[in-house]
Nanobody
Framework: QVQLQESGPGLVNPSQTLSLTCTVS??????????WTWIRQPPGKGLEWLGA???????YYVPSLKSRTSISRDTSKNQVTLQLHSVTPEDTALYYC????????????WGQGTQVTVSS
C-alpha cells in the first residue's frame, strides 16, 4: 500500500495561489490505473472532491472549481501538485491527497491531511 504525505503552506493570503504537494512512497504515480486525487474538508462541512490526475497524466476537475484549479505531477520526484488560484477565505479547509485504483470507488490510501487557512 502506498503512503501519501501532503505538504505546503498553512496560511495563504486572499487572491493568492494555494500550492500543495503530495509526495508518494511505496509505489509509482505512473502505475497503471491509479488515480491521485485531491479532496478537501472545510470547517464544519463534508468532504469535497477537487480533482485528480491519472496514471497517464490526464487530469480531471470538479466543474465548480475547474477555472481555478490545476493538478500536475513530477514523475522524477513521484509527486502530485495542486494549485488553487485566486483563493478566498471560503477555500480554508483541511486538504487531503488520496489514491485509488480506477476512477471511482473507495480510496485505497489517504494522506494525513494538511490545514490551509486563507486569511490576510
Amino acid at each position: 500500500q502506498v503512503q501519501l504525505q501532503e505538504s505546503g503552506p498553512g496560511l495563504v493570503n486572499p487572491s493568492q495561489t494555494l500550492s500543495l504537494t503530495c509526495t508518494v512512497s511505496g509505489g509509482s504515480i505512473t502505475t497503471n490505473y491509479y488515480y491521485w486525487t485531491w479532496i478537501r474538508q472545510p470547517p464544519g462541512k463534508g468532504l469535497e472532491w477537487l480533482g485528480a490526475i491519472g496514471y497517464s497524466g490526464r487530469t480531471y476537475y470538479v466543474p465548480s472549481l475547474k477555472s481555478r484549479t490545476s493538478i500536475s505531477r513530477d514523475t522524477s520526484k513521484n509527486q502530485v501538485t495542486l494549485q488553487l488560484h485566486s483563493v478566498t477565505p471560503e477555500d480554508t479547509a483541511l486538504y487531503y491527497c488520496a489514491s485509488r485504483t480506477g476512477g471511482s470507488g473507495p480510496f485505497d490510501s489517504w494522506g494525513q491531511g494538511t490545514q490551509v487557512t486563507v486569511s490576510s
